[in-house]
């Protein structure tokens, strides 16, 4: 029996096309191991900008590396990377042995079985094909799953490399998305993460009434499913529904993760973004109005081509203003083939740089005032696991998405187990995260 392992970069979008690919390779009998034990080893990559390009190239090296001491396993590489770069993958890095691209990965097992018998393949499908139906090896712990109901991207943001390597934006049928989540309860997740590159775009390519508020009605009548939470929110196609169905469903938490990108109109256009700075504003103040608990997470670019320190001080005044619970904050990557990259009035990568310090800084005492005014207040908090050193339980509240926002830590009398859900009393900071006890 061959064996094989995966290592996922990137995103949870890309996590769930390792899931699936890690099914098809068990189902056609494949011993999913490590891997220092595999005889291939499948890479599947980011490719959106340099660090994730490096982070890849770096992984695929140290893999060569493992097999020049004895491993003996083949190297396929996947995903946005391969989808990018699949020449030059082949003529600058001799130690790969195959490569998927993005509209490929139902092909994995072909190109395994190719790659053990010596061959080099190569399988580059269509990027327009629909959204592939394969079941999924669920990786994450079993009280949370992400839940993909969308493939691609039609937005063409200036900077960004997504739609030409993913392609158009094709929605799933609701009924697969609701199977899915109907398994995936009956495995024990309690917490749905429901992403896609833009989530409040969905059903707009389909016909028969599917979209996002109707989803979500469905997806909260999983008996089984108690936390529901969205990524992504573009801010222009968000609706009063959506936002009535958000405050009216217990099961949705009140999470709010829309990439914003900028507040100023002139670098807003340059971005390609459809909202202006009004309308940001107005549906921020209408979210809060609506769901004064509501946590708003962000990302925001800095050193866009002809971004100025007028440019950004505006940001920064709006930030202030706004005091959004959860921001990232990137430095512009010029990516080849992408309009931005060839903009002029480039900012110089220092600035850049300098700028991302200095939002980092303002957001950090905006996140230590936020937890500050959370001391004394009970929420609920789902699990994830304990903590020996600190003999401490440690968790999330609805405020914090896995993998990507802080944890909390308590303490309890009764044994919880992870992926209970119970009520949390904040009691202090430590090191600026909630610290407690169970109630």
Same mark, same amino acid.
């Given at each position: /029996?061959?064996?094989?392992?995966?290592?996922?970069?990137?995103?949870?979008?890309?996590?769930?096309?390792?899931?699936?690919?890690? $099914? !098809?390779?068990?189902?056609?009998?494949?011993? =999913?191991?490590?891997?220092?034990?595999?005889? &291939?080893?499948?890479?599947?990559?980011?490719?959106?900008?340099?660090?994730? #390009?490096?982070?890849?190239?770096?992984?695929?090296?140290?893999?060569?590396? !493992?097999? #020049?001491?004895?491993?003996?396993?083949?190297?396929?590489?996947?995903?946005?990377?391969?989808?990018?770069?699949?020449?030059?993958?082949?003529?600058?890095?001799?130690?790969?042995?195959?490569?998927?691209? @993005?509209?490929?990965?139902?092909?994995?097992?072909?190109?395994?079985?190719?790659?053990?018998?010596?061959?080099?393949?190569?399988? !580059?499908?269509?990027?327009?094909?629909?959204?592939?139906?394969?079941?999924?090896?669920?990786?994450?712990?079993? $009280?949370?799953?992400?839940? %993909?109901?969308?493939?691609?991207?039609?937005?063409?943001?200036?900077?960004? &490399?997504?739609?030409?390597? +993913?392609?158009?934006?094709?929605?799933?049928? !609701?009924?697969? *998305?609701?199977?899915?989540?109907?398994?995936?309860?009956?495995?024990?997740?309690?917490?749905? =993460?429901?992403?896609?590159?833009?989530?409040?775009?969905?059903?707009?390519?389909?016909?028969?009434?599917?979209?996002?508020?109707?989803?979500?009605?469905?997806?909260?009548?999983?008996?089984?499913?108690? $936390?529901?939470?969205?990524?992504?929110?573009?801010?222009?196609?968000?609706?009063?529904?959506?936002?009535?169905? /958000?405050?009216?469903?217990?099961?949705?938490?009140?999470?709010?993760? *829309?990439?914003?990108?900028?507040?100023?109109?002139?670098?807003?256009?340059? /971005?390609? +973004? %459809?909202?202006?700075?009004?309308?940001?504003?107005?549906?921020?103040?209408? *979210?809060?109005?609506?769901?004064?608990?509501?946590?708003?997470?962000?990302?925001? =670019?800095?050193?866009?081509?002809?971004?100025?320190?007028?440019?950004?001080?505006?940001?920064?005044?709006?930030?202030?203003?706004?005091?959004?619970?959860?921001?990232?904050?990137?430095?512009?990557?010029?990516?080849?083939?992408?309009?931005?990259?060839?903009?002029?009035?480039?900012?110089?990568?220092?600035?850049?740089?300098? +700028?991302?310090? =200095?939002?980092?800084?303002?957001?950090?005492?905006?996140?230590?005032?936020?937890?500050?005014?959370?001391?004394?207040? &009970?929420?609920?908090?789902? @699990?994830?696991?304990?903590?020996?050193?600190?003999?401490?339980?440690?968790?999330?509240?609805?405020?914090?998405?896995?993998?990507?926002?802080?944890?909390?830590?308590?303490?309890?009398?009764?044994?919880?187990?992870?992926?209970?859900?119970?009520?949390?009393?904040?009691?202090?900071?430590?090191?600026?995260?909630?610290?407690?006890?169970?109630?």
């Amino acid at each position: /029996m061959a064996s094989a392992a995966l290592i996922s970069l990137g995103c949870e979008k890309n996590l769930v096309n390792s899931e699936q690919m890690l $099914w !098809m390779l068990s189902e056609a009998g494949f011993e =999913i191991c490590q891997p220092e034990n595999a005889d &291939v080893v499948i890479v599947n990559t980011c490719g959106f900008i340099d660090s994730a #390009k490096s982070e890849a190239i770096d992984n695929i090296l140290a893999l060569d590396a !493992m097999r #020049k001491k004895g491993c003996g396993f083949k190297i396929i590489v996947t995903g946005c990377l391969a989808q990018r770069y699949p020449d030059e993958i082949f003529s600058e890095l001799p130690e790969v042995d195959g490569i998927v691209g @993005c509209g490929s990965f139902d092909s994995i097992v072909e190109a395994a079985r190719a790659a053990l018998d010596g061959e080099r393949p190569c399988y !580059m499908g269509s990027l327009s094909a629909p959204v592939s139906e394969t079941p999924r090896l669920v990786t994450t712990p079993r $009280w949370y799953s992400y839940l %993909r109901i969308a493939e691609g991207c039609d937005n063409y943001c200036a900077y960004c &490399v997504i739609p030409y390597l +993913r392609g158009p934006y094709r929605s799933r049928k !609701m009924e697969d *998305i609701l199977n899915e989540a109907r398994s995936l309860a009956q495995s024990g997740t309690k917490e749905l =993460i429901v992403i896609a590159q833009d989530v409040t775009r969905y059903g707009k390519d389909l016909t028969g009434g599917e979209d996002l508020p109707a989803l979500l009605e469905k997806l909260c009548e999983i008996e089984g499913i108690e $936390w529901i939470r969205l990524h992504y929110l573009y801010p222009d196609e968000f609706t009063p529904r959506l936002l009535d169905v /958000m405050a009216g469903q217990q099961k949705i938490l009140p999470y709010f993760d *829309i990439p914003l990108q900028h507040i100023n109109d002139t670098i807003l256009k340059r /971005m390609n +973004r %459809r909202s202006s700075k009004t309308q940001i504003e107005t549906l921020l103040r209408t *979210i809060r109005q609506k769901l004064p608990e509501a946590v708003i997470r962000t990302s925001i =670019i800095c050193g866009l081509p002809g971004e100025s320190e007028m440019e950004f001080e505006e940001l920064c005044d709006f930030l202030k203003e706004f005091r959004l619970q959860r921001a990232g904050f990137f430095v512009f990557s010029p990516e080849e083939g992408t309009p931005a990259a060839e903009m002029p009035d480039q900012v110089p990568r220092e600035t850049a740089e300098e +700028r991302v310090s =200095i939002l980092q800084q303002l957001q950090d005492g905006i996140m230590v005032h936020y937890n500050e005014s959370r001391v004394g207040s &009970v929420m609920r908090v789902i @699990c994830d696991g304990y903590d020996e050193d600190r003999g401490e339980y440690y968790g999330r509240t609805a405020a914090d998405s896995p993998t990507v926002d802080e944890q909390v830590y308590f303490t309890s009398e009764e044994p919880v187990q992870p992926g209970d859900i119970i009520d949390f009393r904040a009691e202090y900071l430590r090191d600026g995260e909630l610290a407690g006890t169970r109630v």
